[in-house]
């Protein structure tokens, strides 16, 4: 059998609050340490050993997922003025190809086989953009009011920090304009003599925004600067192509800046009653109106109006419910479009400029179903992305004025693939508080709750981020080898409201947690998964959700998968000189400067709460140049399981080339997929 390596410890005191605590993995935050590089890829290596018996099952998968694919395939195009957008990949190829044709009526074009279009003009080739890289990624990607110039920012390394180009897509050649550092978004001005884009602090914070004069040396102007630690800043131009838009957020707290886009060298003005602790706001612009999306005296958001006049005068359009969250609003020149979400599922709502409102409506139990896009603000046309469990991505235009879908593309799924051949339902599970939590299931058709089933069991549960029931054809090669694929809709997410969210945030923090564990008894006792072949996975916060659990009831797993895992939460929490530790302090608490909340999150956090006993298989997969979970939070949590807890193994893997969301060709992500799968697969006893 292989042996793990074995982490240096090193004396590492920090106190708070009174509380001294020795962290001996600390040094393994250093990047620039040889010894931290050579560590991780022992760690790598040890990984390889002990899943090298699985490379039979690892190409298996990565063939069946490969074989499903339609690898040559076209998006469809989305219109903007006087063209057709769209994006397609060629079989082989890493990367998306971005293209146009120009448009003739108000009918996609025929999408064939997934081949060129005829008159197809190359906007970017990812394929060509990445060649001699081992990482690439499209941050900004924003034409021109225009349609003449495409500016768009590339990232060689995978910490979202881009070089923002500028291509005049007359000649096909780059400017001169180069700007490097720049984060995401964009936007235009009207005449497209300016772009402002966004950069980020020391701490990886957005916080400022200039302005670029396209084909001038002097040096960019700064605009905007948010000076308070809890926000982050943005910039963008409203779909009608009249306004700028310059925002700053908190997780509670929005403030909104303005400008006129004709006049881009003019002063942003704040918006309505300005910044107000508690308070979101979003806006778009219609005609002589702008739409108002609010939480003001209304916990699920309410959408009001203003005129663009007089901002401070807000009128209402649809009222707070208590049952219904209104997700975000879009506006067109004939009609709104309202994203809402009732009784933990997605939908639509229309508001025409004349006739009556109506909803979207939709035959499965269960789906996801939200705006896809919409670039273009005169559409009579509203595209829409719809997906359940079971049915795959499917692209809709909705014609408002006929009240009627229309199918512009189903995604394909190759092979024998049959939706009738798999089933979806939603359970309630009881939380030990006596609230019922939703969990969507997916599984083979004819499976019954017999308690035989291996089970896969996926959580996040922070932010308000929503796991809505979505289609994966990876997912197709767990299920046909009889696994139940479920998603515990736990508290910290938004599935059910606003509420649900502030259940599951700060010092209500262990409800998710409790409530996952509460789930995955639940698909136990409910039958639909043996008691000892039921693995758990989430990444991200969802990471921290694996680790929080684990310490709770490691029992009740065979195995878990913690992908980028925020595993050493208070240590990163407590310093505000790492990325976004700031801004994430009304999402955790913040337990630098109130000793209740410190008190809380040791009580809770993965890296300090292991305890000396049993633990399942856990594969811990993270990447070097995440600037969001870092790398030493899953590297320090797998030492420390070594050193004080019992079983395992604990796997750790790192990609050396890669960010937060992995590596970043296709093929490459496939492999990363077929590997965690395989270990999966092993754990439920099910390879």
């Known amino acids: 059998m292989p042996q793990p390596p074995s982490a240096k410890r090193v004396d590492h005191a920090r106190t708070h609050h009174g509380d001294t605590v020795n962290d001996p993995y600390f040094w393994l935050r250093d990047a620039d340490n040889p010894d931290t590089i050579a560590y991780l890829k022992a760690e790598n290596e040890f990984t390889k050993d002990s899943t090298d018996h699985l490379d039979g099952l690892r190409k298996t998968i990565f063939g069946e997922i490969k074989n499903r694919t339609q690898e040559t395939d076209l998006s469809v195009p989305s219109r903007k003025g006087d063209w057709w957008y769209y994006t397609r990949t060629e079989e082989g190829k890493q990367y998306g190809i971005h293209c146009r044709v120009a448009a003739t009526g108000d009918t996609p074009p025929r999408l064939g086989d997934g081949a060129a279009l005829p008159g197809e003009e190359v906007l970017l080739d990812g394929n060509a953009l990445a060649e001699g890289h081992d990482f690439f990624s499209l941050g900004v990607f924003d034409l021109s009011c225009d349609a003449n110039v495409l500016a768009y920012g590339v ?80 910039i963008e131009l409203s779909r009608s192509e009249e306004y700028l838009f310059c925002e700053s957020h908190s997780k509670i707290t929005s403030e909104i800046r303005y400008l006129s886009a004709a006049e881009p060298t003019g002063e ?147 092979g024998d693939f049959d939706p009738s051949h798999y089933e979806q339902r939603r359970e309630w599970a009881t939380a030990a508080d006596g609230t019922k939590v939703p969990i969507s299931m997916m599984y083979r058709a004819g499976a019954t709750p017999d308690g035989t089933a291996p089970c896969l069991l996926y959580g996040y549960g922070s932010y308000e981020t929503s796991i809505d029931p979505y289609f994966s054809i990876a997912r197709l090669s767990l299920v046909d080898r009889g696994a139940v694929f479920a998603i515990a809709h736990i508290r910290g997410g938004g599935e059910m409201g606003r509420s649900w969210y502030d259940n599951g945030k700060l010092l209500a923090k262990k409800n998710t947690f409790t409530d996952f564990v509460d789930c995955a008894d639940h698909m136990v006792k409910s039958g639909w998964s043996s008691a000892d072949k039921l693995v758990a996975r989430g990444g991200s916060a969802g990471g921290l959700l694996m680790g929080a659990m684990l310490n709770l009831a490691p029992e009740r797993f065979a195995g878990v998968c913690a992908e980028v895992p925020f595993v050493d939460a208070l240590n990163t929490i407590l310093d505000p000189t790492l990325p976004l530790t700031v801004i994430e302090w009304d999402e955790w608490g913040d337990p630098l400067h109130n000793a209740d909340v410190y008190e809380y999150m040791k009580s809770y956090t993965p890296y300090e709460n292991i305890a000396n006993v049993d633990y399942p298989p856990i594969l811990a997969v993270t990447s070097l140049n995440d600037t969001r979970v870092g790398f030493h939070e899953p590297a320090k949590w797998i030492a420390r399981l070594r050193r004080d807890a019992h079983g395992g193994p604990f796997l750790l893997k790192t990609e050396m080339e890669a960010g937060h969301g992995g590596r970043s060709g296709r093929y490459d992500a496939w492999e990363e997929e077929s590997f965690n799968l395989a270990w999966i697969l092993e754990r439920m006893d099910a390879a």
């Open 155 to 234: 990232d060689f390394a995978g910490n979202e920090r881009f070089t923002l180009r500028f291509k005049d897509l007359r000649s096909g050649e780059d400017l001169p304009d180069v700007v490097e550092g720049v984060f995401y978004g964009g936007a235009w001005s009207a005449a497209g003599d300016y772009f402002f884009y966004t950069t980020v602090d020391e701490a990886w914070r957005p916080d400022r925004v200039w302005r670029h004069r396209i084909g001038s040396s002097e040096e960019d102007e700064m605009v905007y600067e948010e000076a308070d630690e809890r926000f982050w800043t943005g």
């Open 268 to 414: 942003f003005r704040v918006f309505g009653e300005g910044r107000r602790p508690g308070v979101e706001v979003s806006v778009d612009h219609q005609g002589g109106r702008f739409l108002v999306l609010h939480n003001d005296g209304a916990e699920n958001f309410a959408l009001g109006w203003t005129t663009v006049d007089d901002t401070s005068t807000l009128r209402p359009l649809l009222e707070h419910r208590d049952d219904t969250r209104l997700e975000s609003v879009s506006a067109f020149a004939r009609h709104v479009v309202v994203h809402l979400r009732r009784d933990g599922l997605t939908g639509i709502r229309i508001l025409p400029t004349s006739g009556a409102d109506r909803d979207i409506t939709f035959d499965e139990p269960i789906y996801s179903v939200h705006p896809a896009s919409n670039p273009d603000y005169h559409t009579r046309m509203l595209r829409l992305s719809y997906q359940s469990l079971v049915s795959p991505e499917s692209v809709y235009d909705y014609d408002i004025a006929g009240d009627e879908l229309l199918l512009r593309k189903r995604k394909p799924v190759l």
